[in-house]
């Protein structure tokens, strides 16, 4: 019942009084990427939803677009700007998926929403994760988040998926705020972003 009905609840309330008491905040990072990214503070892409459904995802731009000669983008490590760094370590990257929250392409909690391309390279029990809207955060991330392997992120993923709760998504909640106040698990292997899934053996 909890994720039939009331999920949708609770995710719009919590993520309406987040984002006015983020609002502040909000306005300062918007500004800070605005001037360190070329009038870009934003970043936005397709991403699949609940029962694949393509949505845009909004998130703080934390990488510039500068180019080598060739015109060919610049490595992670080199376009992550010092405000983009400050910002993805502290997660203030993700606050504005409160507005996809809003919109109903997500919830708070529940499997991170990946790239489309990964989506025919999913077999059968790993497409379950699909099953219902992704989220901000997950069982994956307060367990690992980027420093565990792919397929123990997709365990993680579908076991939330079948036992999906009130109570688990309240601990779900606890824990991510101490995982951000600790910035524990950014960024796998010191890496700027994590190794693309390309697949199962």
């Given at each position: 019942m909890y994720q039939n009905y009331f999920k949708r609840l609770f995710d719009f309330l919590i993520a309406l009084v987040a984002l006015l008491l983020f609002s502040p905040l909000f306005i300062l990072v918007t500004i800070g990427l605005f001037f360190a990214n070329q009038g870009k503070?934003?970043?936005?892409?397709?991403?699949?939803?609940?029962?694949?459904?393509?949505?845009?995802?909004?998130?703080?731009?934390?990488?510039?677009?500068?180019k080598d000669s060739e015109g060919n983008l610049l490595s992670d490590a080199e376009r992550l700007t010092r405000i983009g760094r400050f910002v993805r370590k502290t997660s203030l990257d993700e606050i504005?998926?409160?507005?996809?929250?809003?919109?109903?392409?997500?919830?708070?909690?529940?499997?991170?929403?990946?790239?489309?391309?990964?989506?025919?390279?999913?077999?059968?029990?790993?497409?379950?994760?699909?099953?219902v809207r992704p989220g901000i955060t997950g069982w994956a991330q307060v367990n690992g988040r980027n420093g565990i392997s792919w397929e123990q992120k997709f365990a993680y993923d579908v076991w939330y998926v079948e036992h999906c709760s009130l109570l688990l998504d309240l601990k779900i909640l606890l824990r991510t705020i101490q995982k951000v106040v600790k910035s524990e698990g950014i960024n796998a292997n010191q890496e700027i972003t994590m190794e693309p899934f390309r697949g199962n053996d």
């Open positions: 503070p934003f970043f936005f892409q397709t991403r699949p939803g609940k029962n694949e459904k393509l949505f845009r995802i909004v998130k703080f731009k934390t990488m510039n677009d500068k504005p998926q409160l507005l996809n929250v809003l919109k109903g392409d997500m919830s708070l909690i529940g499997p991170r929403p990946l790239l489309v391309q990964y989506l025919p390279l999913y077999n059968a029990v790993q497409k379950q994760r699909h099953n």
